[in-house]
């Protein structure tokens, strides 16, 4: 095992006990290989948003509402409200939301996250924005919604580093993850580059990005 791995290990010893409901969800992600943050990911996610203490929070890329359901948990007074474009995967979210309770705090949208801004656009201002969709499509997303953002927004994008393949490629990869790759490094140095924002990337989970405005 590797030193990271083991210090991963160590650290998830004092992470929060999981409801009942969020242990059912990593199981059956594991059982339906549906990806969702991994565990040293969201409770890093989970911390910046206590200290952040947004109002409103929007999703791109619910899954199975996963995430959803424990940003939900962790801020009594979020309002969240979540993309889905697959259809399979945002029906076993409405299933798992009614099933967590927060029915009247998470919004689910299906459809396109390129193709639904004017029903996000119902919602107002975004104090918080959490990406994790097409890794290719970082920039467009963030460019899109970004008409939503607060004054004092921070957006919070997963999967940036790609298991470490952003920063170094073990020549293995097909052409498709290639090409991602590159659009996931454009993305780094765009948003870092980006002069209305503050941006440092954590290598916690897949890599977390966290952007905050100036």
């Given at each position: 095992m590797r030193t990271l791995d083991k210090v991963y290990q160590y650290i998830e010893n004092f992470f929060p006990a999981h409801s009942d409901l969020a242990v059912q969800m990593i199981r059956f992600a594991e059982e339906n290989e549906?990806?969702?943050?991994?565990?040293?990911?969201?409770?890093?996610?989970?911390?910046?948003?206590?200290?952040?203490?947004?109002?409103r929070i929007l999703e791109?890329?619910?899954?199975?509402?996963?995430?959803?359901?424990?940003?939900?948990?962790?801020?009594p007074d979020v309002e969240i409200v979540s993309i889905e474009r697959d259809q399979k995967r945002a029906e076993q979210a409405v299933q798992f939301v009614k099933q967590s309770g927060y029915k009247s705090r998470i919004h689910l949208i299906e459809g396109d996250a390129l193709e639904v801004s004017n029903q996000v656009s119902d919602f107002g201002q975004f104090d918080a924005v959490f990406i994790d969709a097409a890794k290719s499509q970082n920039i467009r997303f963030f460019e899109l919604y970004e008409p939503f953002f607060s004054?004092?927004?921070?957006?919070?994008t997963d999967n940036v580093l790609f298991k470490g393949l952003v920063a170094e490629q073990t020549g293995n990869e097909s052409r498709n993850v290639r090409q991602m790759l590159?659009?996931?490094d454009r993305f780094n140095q765009w948003?870092?580059?980006?002069?209305?924002?503050?941006t440092v990337i954590l290598p916690v989970g897949d890599g977390l990005s966290i952007s905050k405005k100036k």
């Open positions: 549906v990806p969702i943050m991994e565990s040293v990911g969201i409770e890093t996610l989970l911390q910046l948003l206590r200290i952040q203490q947004p109002k791109i890329g619910t899954a199975i509402g996963y995430s959803a359901i424990r940003m939900a948990e962790t801020l004054q004092d927004v921070c957006v919070y590159r659009k996931l948003i870092a580059q980006h002069d209305q924002y503050h």
